[in-house]
């Protein structure tokens, strides 16, 4: 069951707008549609000796936010309008965090209109937002979730005791040339990913494999000046609208995309169990990669 909606626009103005509890605002919410999934679109083919269609693509668009807010009569009515105004300022960009029984969602849009009643007995007013983005994120810490793979496994750990004076008995760590992480995905959508990596030696030809699909990203190190030393980090990114390869070394970013080759694979997540893992030609243990992906549902 839906609890509130948080509004918060560019000046970083804050107003919780509480089904339960209108008194602390003001503004009793009537009525809020646009939370649930939006509608898609579906382009078919008609074949002129074929009965019914041939699907060709679907695609869903943005989703348009509508709350129809009251004014409490307790307050001053004119007061309580005008500060939608600035609550939510025409063309201006407003944060959304719509609270239910179960989780926190988060999406942003821009306010389309703010439709005041003001001559009526029952004054109030209708406020659209257009939001760009399909579905709403997971608003539980920034809105993603991180998976953390490591070429090596700590081993030490306390107490300890060493045997010899001389002979090395103590086992730090074990370095691993192929590591493997699972990422449980619990969304609607399927999204990219972020994968992040950081470089504590020389690799050559690092790449990321997912297991179930048998797909792969490999990052050719010859097409990389200088290589792939320590103190490169590598970030990738797969998610829809923003597919980049970049490397950070000495505080200057560098697009190395072409490093990857013609065919690439732009990793997505499905429901469930996602087995990602990392190899490198040589120098896999020197890598220490981030899996970071954002948790998306089609509505409240």
Do not use: H
């Given at each position: 069951m839906l609890k509130s909606i948080t509004v918060i626009?560019?000046?970083?103005?804050?107003?919780?707008?509480d089904l339960w509890s209108?008194?602390?605002?003001?503004?009793?919410?009537?009525?809020?549609?646009?939370?649930?999934p939006v509608k898609a679109t579906i382009n078919t083919s008609t074949l002129a000796t074929m009965d019914g269609d041939i699907f060709n693509s679907a695609r869903a668009g943005g989703r348009n936010v509508v709350l129809e807010l009251g004014f409490l009569g307790s307050r001053d009515i004119a007061q309580l309008r005008r500060q939608t105004y600035q609550w939510f300022p025409l063309k201006g960009r407003v944060d959304l965090?719509?609270?239910?029984?179960?989780?926190?969602?988060?999406?942003y849009g821009y306010v389309e209109s703010n439709e005041p009643?003001?001559?009526?007995?029952?004054?109030?007013?209708?406020?659209?937002?257009?939001?760009?983005?399909?579905?709403?994120?997971?608003?539980?810490?920034?809105?993603?979730?991180?998976?953390?793979?490591?070429?090596?496994?700590p081993l030490f750990e306390f107490p300890f005791e060493n045997d010899s004076l001389t002979a090395k008995t103590i086992i730090m760590g074990e370095a691993r040339h192929i590591v493997e992480a699972t990422?449980?995905?619990?969304?609607?959508?399927?999204?990219?990913l972020v994968v992040e990596m950081f470089?504590?030696?020389?690799?050559?030809?690092?790449s990321i494999h997912n297991l179930q699909t048998l797909e792969k990203i490999q990052i050719d190190s010859t097409k990389?000046?200088?290589?792939?030393?320590?103190?490169?980090?590598?970030?990738?990114?797969?998610?829809?609208?923003?597919?980049?390869?970049?490397?950070?070394?000495?505080?200057?970013?560098?697009?190395?995309?072409?490093?990857?080759?013609r065919e690439i694979n732009?990793?997505?997540?499905?429901?469930?169990?996602?087995?990602?893992a990392y190899t490198a030609v040589s120098g896999a243990p020197a890598i220490q990669a981030i899996i970071t992906n954002k948790v998306l549902f089609e509505g409240v």
């Open positions: 626009n560019a000046l970083g103005d804050v107003l919780k707008l209108p008194e602390s605002s003001g503004y009793i919410v009537r009525k809020a549609d646009g939370l649930g965090l719509i609270e239910s029984d179960t989780r926190v969602y988060t999406t009643v003001i001559f009526d007995s029952v004054t109030g007013t209708q406020i659209s937002i257009v939001c760009p983005d399909t579905y709403l994120m997971d608003a539980d810490g920034d809105g993603r979730m991180s998976t953390y793979m490591y070429g090596v496994d990422v449980f995905y619990e969304g609607d959508s399927n999204p990219g470089i504590t030696g020389t690799v050559v030809s690092p990389i000046p200088g290589g792939i030393v320590a103190g490169d980090k590598i970030t990738i990114v797969t998610e829809k609208g923003s597919k980049s390869a970049t490397l950070l070394r000495n505080g200057a970013s560098i697009n190395i995309l072409n490093s990857l080759g732009w990793f997505t997540l499905d429901k469930g169990d996602n087995l990602f």
